[in-house]
């Protein structure tokens, strides 16, 4: 499995925002599509972003406008901006090296409620 490491979770209320990182091995941030995805208690595997090695992402529906990524190169970290933070993003999130979310770290907990 790929050693991602993610951090940056933890609890907010309603509204809040949030900034995720994870530090991927450098053949993986160089040459890999990394994709963020998450998973909530009792629910399947949902993709949240991805991010390409030459920079932008992409993003589900329902994050859309509320999330950003960023990439910082010497670091090989990519980070996940999560604003207006919803008691529906409440999740496990990881990175992963596909969309589906089998290869994957350890995970950081996001819980947001008042």
């Known amino acids: 499995a790929t050693k991602f490491v993610e951090s940056g979770g933890g609890s907010v209320q309603p509204g809040g925002s949030l900034k995720l990182s994870c530090t991927a091995p450098?053949?993986?941030?160089?040459?890999?599509?990394i994709y963020w995805v998450r998973q909530a208690p009792g629910k399947g595997t949902e993709w949240v972003a991805s991010?390409?090695?030459?920079?932008?992402?992409d993003f589900t529906e329902s994050v859309a406008g509320r999330f950003t990524i960023s990439r910082d190169n010497a670091q090989t970290t990519l980070y996940l901006q999560r604003n207006d933070l919803k008691p529906e993003d409440s999740a496990v999130y990881f990175c992963a090296t596909d969309i589906s979310g089998k290869d994957r770290g350890q995970g950081t907990q996001v819980t947001v409620a008042t």
């Open positions: 450098i053949y993986v941030f160089s040459y890999y599509i």
């Open positions: 991010s390409s090695p030459g920079g932008g992402g």
